[in-house]
């Protein structure tokens, strides 16, 4: 297992993570897995076994009963790895009971550490944004928990960039701990990230942990056009994270699945290496409902993926660049290249020809 720096932190985590949504099985979550404590320790043991140091969880997973079996099933192993939790749903019926006021950051942390069973939480992280609270706010209710010594790091997860760099701002300025890690969905299906977050995290030294590596199961190759799929599956279940073009998506697939072929790898370990070989990218937080997937995934850090084999991933996956960044692509390479390609010098002849306006 390879261990990188989580931002500039001076943390170091496994490139591959563990997330546990898949444990549990209560209210909306039954859809992603129902594994319980007996199951879960073997999940544990496996990941440990192969090196992941990281254990990422939140509240809301199966309404606090995945940070319980979680809790339980690291037991007396609490020193060798490092938990993420998550606030912000709702935990309950008050109409405080959710969102990154104090009031519900505190009580949702100490509610978390009963369930986790332990004195500290090492990576808290606010599971996305709430635009009703003011980030000084905040940062100040998720600095008192590192003071206090409840939590050790703070990290986001589904924020937008201004907030990211907003909150940048507030705890510089008012000399709060900050956030050093944002997690946030990328894959090949969805590689938005690249343009606006890799950099921020890169320039401002905040770790990538990325959730849905394999798009919640797309990317395993398990779905192909025009086949039914398995009604227990997560997708059947809950369809896919967002929208993307499904015609775009099973092209994707087919290279995945050459690629695979050619290397007696599966589908999955393909989608995983690609994401640990993109910049920025600190570990990827994988998810499994079943202990083979598990221990297929785990795989995905025992080869590399060669440079021309990315090329052809990159290719295939590229889609419309983004307003600004179609504009510096045609027009800036210079000065904004894109990761990956080669920067084409600016041509004066475009400005005459009305193209840049
Ligand atoms: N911050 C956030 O908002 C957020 C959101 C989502 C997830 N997360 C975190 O990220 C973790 C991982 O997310 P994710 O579960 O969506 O990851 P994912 O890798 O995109 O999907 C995992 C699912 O894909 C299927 N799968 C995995 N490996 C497979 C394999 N080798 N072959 C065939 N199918 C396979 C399994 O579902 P089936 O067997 O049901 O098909 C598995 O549960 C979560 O546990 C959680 O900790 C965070």
Known sequence: MEYRLLGDSGLKV????????????????????????????????????????????????????????LGKAIGKKRDQVLIASKCHFRMGEGVNDLGQSRHHIIRACEASLKRLGTDYIDLYQVHTFDSLTALEHTMRALDDLVRDGKVRYIGCSNLPAWAIMKSLAVSDKRNLEKFVSLQAYYSLVARDLECEFVPLCKNEGLGILVWGPLSGGFLSGKYRRGQTSDPNSRR???????????????????????????????????????????????SLIIGARKIEQ?????????????????????????????????????????????PGETPVPYKRELLNSGAES
């Open 236 to 282: 059947a279940q809950w369809g896919d994270y967002g929208t993307f073009d499904q015609e775009l998506g099973f092209q994707i697939v087919d290279v995945l699945d050459q690629i695979a072929k050619e290397r007696h790898v599966s589908i999955s370990q393909v989608a995983l290496n690609y994401l640990l070989k993109k910049p920025g990218i600190t």
């Open 294 to 338: 598990l221990k297929d995934n785990l795989q995905a850090v025992q080869w590399q993926l060669s440079d021309e084999e990315l090329k052809r991933l990159d290719k295939v996956s590229q889609t419309t660049l983004p307003y600004p960044y179609w504009h510096h692509k045609q027009f800036n390479a210079e000065r904004m290249p894109i």
């Open 14 to 69: 496994s490139t591959l993570s563990f997330g546990n949504m898949t444990f549990g099985g209560e209210s909306f979550f039954k859809g992603a897995g129902s594994t319980q404590l007996d199951e879960a320790k073997i999940f544990v043991d496996t990941c440990i076994d192969a090196g992941v140091n990281l254990f990422d969880t939140a509240d809301a997973y199966s309404a606090g009963k995945a940070e319980e079996i």
